[in-house]
């Protein structure tokens, strides 16, 4: 079977004495959360890194340059000093500190800090079920906590699945605008002919069905977010209203001859190549160029597999507590197929898939039988290839190749990681990369 624990959240200690570190990180880790250490030297090298939900700093001669720089980064920060006047207290919260704690520390006020910024974490990302342990999802991660922190508009690329919605909505629950409306609308949903009205409202009589006035979304949104899903299906002649209403920050409702302001952030969503369509004309450049400010591109699926069996097992318990069973479980079968699957349909799909295997489940473990038969009948992560393309598959070392450097450049080019990653040390990993780069050896 295959159980995945829970862990309380994921907290780095950064002290120089590495006693003082470790002893504290040892606390945490029996408390139940991932603790990890480091010296303050390492962690300024590491702060472009995923470090952790939160960091807990000795304040010492660099403890407030750190903290500037986590807090930067998206790290909230806790400091411990042993002693702590007014003015030291005022720089730390001034370099971005949440949370003071005096020394020696006191596990139950480190504790209840910890668990109020981690719970608040959660709280910020309570919908973002794509969030995995692998790489790219925590660098998404720390993209998404970035952005929300600012106003401009958010461009968001991915295919159908991936959770763009749940993104926008973290980076509106993230940011200043959170108490305020989160007004969504997916373009290709609404026909073209009433978009307009949906977006920009209309008058009593504006038109035959416009029995009474209508607030357009961008009114409802005002002082909160503004989501438009699949933003490359919205009809070429409406376009040229919403730049302007963009640019002017006002919309003018159908039938109506003055114009209302709005304060609304946008954030744009589209699974398809705008870009293309640019080209083609499809959609308007001045357009593209007006909501492409910031973009972030959400990976598949299949491309962060390490991310699948957790999913799977945060769908499975909320299907089965929805439903009143007690499966909590995964077979080794079955997830061993979860694992093979290449997941078209990307996290919706996957979440549908447990919510059908605990419909079908007839004990509390997840079978391969119970699993769609789609699942149940593949053998493999892609279908086979035909006889045709039988000269495209490849040996074991040049996969092998393939992946070590794919995971290297998914890492940045950071070794570390890398070996981490890959399950081996730094130094077999220096001697693979040496192997590739030596000379062939002299014909005999």
Request: net charge negative; with cysteine; proline share 5%.
């Amino acid at each position: 079977m295959v159980e995945l624990a829970q862990s309380k959240g994921r907290i780095i200690v950064i002290d120089d004495e590495r006693g003082r570190a470790e002893a504290e990180a040892t606390a945490l880790r029996k408390l139940g959360y991932v603790a990890s250490t480091s010296n303050i030297e390492h962690a300024l090298e590491r702060q472009r890194e995923d470090l952790a939900e939160v960091a807990v700093c000795h304040l010492d001669g660099q403890g407030l340059a750190l903290t500037r720089r986590l807090t930067e980064a998206g790290v909230p920060v806790v400091l411990t000093a042993q002693e702590l006047n007014t003015e030291q207290a005022v720089a730390a919260l001034r370099s971005g500190a949440r949370d003071l704690v005096t020394e020696p520390v006191e596990e139950g006020l480190l504790v209840e800090a910890l668990e109020r910024l981690c719970g608040g974490l959660r709280r910020d990302t309570q919908r973002l079920e794509w969030i995995g342990e692998s790489p790219a999802m925590q660098q998404l991660a720390g993209i998404v906590a970035r952005v929300a922190r600012g106003d401009a508009p958010v461009f968001l690329c991915g295919e159908s699945g991936t959770g763009k919605e749940l993104v926008a909505n973290a980076i509106h629950v993230g940011g200043p605008r959170h108490d305020a409306p989160f007004v969504a609308v997916n373009c290709a949903a609404v026909p073209g002919s009433l978009l307009e009205s949906e977006l920009f409202g209309h008058t009593r009589g504006a038109f035959t069905d416009a029995r009474s006035e209508r607030r357009g979304l961008f009114s409802q949104a005002n002082g909160g977010t503004l989501f438009l899903d699949e933003i490359g299906e919205l009809p070429l002649e409406l376009q040229p209203k919403l730049l302007r209403a963009l640019q002017e920050r006002k919309v003018r409702p159908l039938g109506s001859t003055r114009e209302i302001a709005f304060d609304a952030r946008l954030i744009t969503a589209t699974n398809s190549d705008l870009e293309l369509a640019v080209r083609e004309h499809r959609f308007r450049e001045d357009l593209f160029y007006r909501i492409n400010v910031v973009r972030i591109d959400l990976p598949p699926l299949r491309d962060r597999r390490s991310d699948v069996l957790p999913l799977a097992e945060r769908f499975l318990a909320r299907a089965a507590a929805r439903t009143g069973r007690t499966v909590s479980k995964l077979s080794e079968a079955a997830a061993d197929r979860l694992l093979a699957w290449s997941w078209p349909g990307n996290v919706r799909e996957l979440e549908n898939c447990m919510e059908s295997a605990v419909a079908m489940a007839h004990t509390d473990e997840i079978q391969l039988e119970d699993l769609p038969a789609r699942l149940r009948e593949s053998t493999a992560v892609e279908s086979a290839l035909p006889a045709s393309r039988i000269d495209q598959l490849v040996t074991l070392e040049e996969l092998n190749h393939r992946y070590l450097h794919r995971v290297l450049r998914t890492l940045s080019g950071n070794k570390t990681k890398t070996a981490e990653v890959l399950g081996i040390d730094r130094r077999t990993l220096y001697r693979m990369l040496a192997r590739e780069t030596a000379p062939p050896p002299p014909p005999p």
